[in-house]
């Protein structure tokens, strides 16, 4: 909404709702360019916790020269923080940073937006929750949009700007301003889920572990492949997803991992092995029949070092019970349970 003079509405004091990882980066920020910031979230302890991490991050930056003890002060001293949302009542702009669930997200927009000024503008960092959906959950859907900062904040350069259907230009034209005021750069995406940067992230972190999964190469083989031939200073092996593994599984719609497998990844060293089974490797024409026997053995020697088979209490199906699927090791189906049990 632009004034009588057409221009945007100047946005001087910011809410964060949630101090966590990505909150207190948002504040940090917003803190840092010169705007007043309300930081909110459950606990007073929460709280602390995030001025400690904020005042850590600025000390990184006076050790790299970019800001002096005098704007780690200033940026300190214009953050306020609380536990109740009534800490918004005088904001321009108040982002929500709550855990990456949409109910939760729901309930805190519904409690939000009575307490907020007419011509308050909200915005969500979600990574791939919808922003129309989002939006019907307020009182203002042509004020609402997506505004979604790069981890670690601080650090990141890009913001992505997704707009709702019912989002505003005028809502659109004032947030990108205050991206370019954070001295960031925005890009804008439409409301699909996971929008750009986790719609092609998710996958190639995907594809780099199929790739681990199914020895190509090593961890360590891999990482130097993506970091030296195209350029990645993290490559995907090495790189953590979203809410970690579960956030991967649930942005990357093909390749589900089963239920049945999450013993298994907790074992695995932390990585997340995606389950394609064998068969379903045959399938892909990326195995012939004849060569599905050894290279079953040849991934549990290596996954489960002197027993072949990998069995173990938690997982193996006992050889008299070949079609116990739910409990046999990674990527085995009944038929192939009995071909590499020699049945």
Do not use: W
Request: with cysteine.
């Amino acid at each position: 909404m632009s004034d009588a003079n057409g221009k945007f509405p100047e946005i001087k004091c910011v809410g964060v709702i949630g101090a966590g990882q990505m909150g207190n980066g948002i504040a940090h920020v917003f803190a840092v360019a010169g705007f007043d910031v309300r930081l909110s979230d459950l606990s007073e302890e929460r709280l602390e916790r995030a001025r400690e991490c904020i005042g850590a991050n600025l000390d990184r930056q006076i050790h790299h020269d970019k800001i002096t003890e005098k704007d780690k002060a200033a940026a300190l001293a214009r953050i306020t923080t609380g536990t109740g949302l009534d800490l918004f009542r005088d904001c321009d702009l108040v982002i929500e940073s709550v855990v990456e669930n949409e109910d939760v997200k729901r309930d805190v927009l519904k409690q939000l937006c009575p307490l907020l000024k007419p011509d308050a503008i909200i915005c969500s960092n979600t990574s791939s929750i919808s922003i129309t959906r989002l939006a019907s959950m307020t009182d203002r859907p042509g004020r609402f949009m997506g505004m979604h900062f790069m981890n670690p904040v601080p650090v990141m350069q890009l913001v992505e700007m997704i707009r709702g259907i019912a989002t505003d230009e005028d809502t659109f034209e004032t947030v990108r301003g205050v991206v370019e005021a954070l001295g960031k750069t925005s890009a804008a995406a439409e409301d699909f889920p996971a929008f750009m940067v986790n719609r092609v992230l998710m996958p190639m972190i995907n594809e780099a572990i199929y790739t681990l999964y199914e020895g190509v190469g090593t961890v360590s083989s891999i990482d130097t492949a993506l970091r030296l031939g195209a350029n990645h200073p993290r490559a995907p092996p090495r790189r953590q997803p979203p809410d970690g593994p579960a956030g991967a599984g649930r942005l990357h719609r093909p390749r589900y991992l089963p239920r049945h497998h999450a013993r298994a990844l907790r074992r695995a060293r932390g990585l997340q092995v995606p389950a394609l089974s064998a068969a379903g490797q045959i399938r892909r024409g990326r195995l012939d029949r004849a060569q599905v026997g050894p290279r079953l053995l040849r991934l549990f020697e290596r996954r489960a070092g002197s027993d072949p088979l990998g069995r173990s209490p938690v997982f193996a199906a006992p050889r008299h019970d070949v079609n116990a699927t739910a409990r046999a090791p990674l990527g085995f189906g009944p038929r192939l349970m009995r071909r590499a049990c020699g049945a």
